[in-house]
């Protein structure tokens, strides 16, 4: 009876010994998400590598969020009392091989391995993000009818965009830009406006009814000069 108790004992405490282990990510199942991990063992140099275990997720029902570890990747593992068979990774962690990215308690970062990184400082209330590649949004109406497809951007101070290719936008309706202050816009090359017909209002001015612009450029056809009777509102040279 007490021989029985003493080998119980001793495999309890195997089995919690192993309950709990660092490894290393030898293969990933990304369509599965699932790993296998070398792990430590001793007596062999190898180590062992275990079957294919879950990786921990934050949420995977409704919503999913999916991050899978890389190879080589140092990984804690957990596994049920049945054995080396069962189990999950947790998560992985930094060490002096794998150290952190930035050093701060006041930063949300992630960098990916291809320079793509994302940050957030609630210090200093800066979110930065840098793509080495192409960015895209695209913003589609909900399930729900008649909800979402919207987007809308607000900006309290200022606002600099810089293009250092061409820029391309195409708008379906119709498309409407107030400027508070002066409106500067130039152009090194040709500019080209093509519509059936072009307004030009002044402040407080009628949209209606509206005529074409007569500048000081303009030959008057009775009087055969440059036109007298130029615009005093809308200037443009010929």
């Not at 391995?113 to 960015?135: C, F, I, M, N």
């Not at 409106?183 to 407080?204: D, F, H, Y």
């Amino acid at each position: 009876m007490l021989k029985d108790i003493e080998r119980r004992i001793r495999s309890l405490e195997a089995r919690l010994n192993q309950s709990v282990q660092v490894g290393e990510v030898t293969s990933v199942d990304a369509a599965r998400g699932t790993a296998q991990v070398r792990l430590a063992t001793p007596g062999n140099a190898d180590g062992l590598i275990t079957h294919d275990l879950p990786v921990l997720g934050r949420k995977t029902h409704a919503d999913k969020d999916y991050a899978m570890p890389d190879v080589g990747e140092q990984v804690l593992c957990v596994f049920l009392p049945m054995g080396l068979e069962t189990g999950f990774v947790l998560g992985s962690f930094y060490s002096s091989r794998d150290t952190v990215p930035v050093a701060s308690a006041d930063k949300w970062h992630v960098t990916f391995s291809d320079g793509t990184s994302l940050e957030y400082d609630r210090k200093e209330h800066t979110l930065t993000g840098s793509v080495l590649g192409d960015a895209r949004l695209s913003v589609s109406e909900s399930e729900e009818p008649g909800k979402g497809g919207n987007m809308q951007l607000d900006v309290v101070k200022n606002f600099t965009a810089t293009v250092g290719g061409d820029q391309s936008v195409s708008v379906t309706g119709n498309q409407t830009g107030t400027v508070g202050g002066t409106l500067n816009i130039t152009v090194t090359g040709e500019a080209t406006v093509s519509a059936p017909k072009i307004s030009l209002v002044s402040p407080g001015g009628s949209v209606t009814p509206l005529d074409g612009v007569v500048t000081g450029n303009c030959i008057c056809a009775v009087l055969g000069i440059k036109h007298p009777q130029k615009s005093a509102v809308v200037f443009a040279s010929m």
